[in-house]
């Protein structure tokens, strides 16, 4: 025992001084009477049994048992109940928050300061058990998402880190064209893209980048015109095809009668301008409507009339006649 009880060293994670705080400073003042009396033996001064000033001041002053006086036997050790070691800490996460419609994303985690980890997924691919604390997995995420959490545990506590995934379909991209000729509109849309090409062939040939959600004019000749637009988006890359076909006018037309009375009507589709030209008891030529009816007198030498005309498909013609005998 220390000569001088009050001067003895400490080791950390003990009580320094005096046990006054909660269950320790019952303890301690539990036992004061037992070790002094322990102590006694020793303190005592020239054998006999009355204890020397230095023992008696070993149990005097506040009643308390002063820990420091009792030496190395009254030392006790200090448990707080908190963590003895540091917390664990996880991250983890999916390499894009939204992926394609079944496709595999890789699920990658990390947790420092722990001991064991578990993961549970939830989703298109629902699992759970023991996992390494430090890794990666591919992970097949559908319609129904994917969710999963890393749990770490070490004697510090524990921790978890939660990852998402999403799924996106593929891009959906249509699109039509209205009318033939220097009139002509297309229009398209591709929903789920954020970003768009388009390839045209035909009367008008053209390719490159275009918003994936517009409209513009576009001539359509007799070639017709066709085009594909290609949308790329979360959920993967997807086309849409549409064409116009611009047929040549189709014309048709007759005489009704002879004499006075006699009619000329005709009539031409898909056409964007006709003209005429007739011979025999009346001759004359010009533009006219592609659709229409006149009197025309038709006399002894008949009468030969051709209409011609001309659309975005190209050009037609044809030709009536009235002979009155």
């Known amino acids: 025992m220390p000569t001088n009880a009050r001067s003895a060293p400490h080791a950390a994670g003990w009580t ?26 020793f303190a005592c ?14 149990g005097a002053g506040d009643g308390h048992a002063d820990v420091a006086d009792l030496g190395d036997v009254a030392l006790f050790p200090v448990d707080d109940g908190g963590p003895v070691g540091p917390l664990p800490a996880c991250t983890g996460g999916f390499g894009a928050a939204t992926i394609a419609c079944g496709s595999a994303a890789t699920l990658t985690w990390s947790c420092t300061n722990a001991t064991t980890c578990s993961y549970d997924c939830s989703g298109t691919s629902a699992s759970s058990g ?19 959490t890393i749990h770490a545990t070490g004697t ?27 009139t002509s509109t297309v229009s398209w849309s591709c929903l789920g893209a954020t970003s768009c090409t388009y390839d045209c062939t035909g009367t008008y040939v053209s390719s ?19 085009c594909t637009v290609t949308g790329t988006g979360p ?74 005309a001309t659309g975005p498909g190209g050009d037609a013609s044809t030709t009536l006649a009235a002979g009155c005998l």
């Open 156 to 182: 510090g506590g524990s921790a978890q880190a939660i990852a998402n995934a999403a799924c996106a379909g593929k891009p959906a991209c249509s699109g039509s064209f209205t009318g033939c000729g220097q």
């Open 16 to 41: 320094s001084r005096r046990a006054t705080l909660g269950p320790r400073r019952a303890v301690v003042a539990a036992l004061a009477p037992i070790l002094v009396a322990a102590a006694l033996p």
């Open 130 to 148: 023991a996992v390494a604390c430090s890794g990666s997995a591919s992970v097949v995420v559908d319609t129904a998402g994917e969710s999963c």
């Open 45 to 58: 001064a020239n054998g006999s049994n009355e204890p020397s000033a230095q023992a008696a001041d070993a």
């Open 208 to 226: 490159g980048a275009v918003a994936c959600d517009g409209s513009i004019a576009i001539a359509v000749g007799a070639a017709g015109e066709r």
């Open 235 to 308: 959920g993967g890359t997807a086309s849409g095809a549409f064409e116009a076909t611009c047929l040549p006018p189709a014309c048709s037309g007759s005489f009704g009668g002879c004499g006075a009375s006699s009619t000329a009507s005709w009539s031409c589709t898909g056409a964007s301008a006709c003209t005429y030209d007739c011979t025999g008891s009346v001759t004359s030529s010009g533009p006219l409507s592609c659709t229409g009816s006149t009197p025309l007198a038709v006399g002894d030498a008949g009468e030969s009339c051709t209409i011609s």
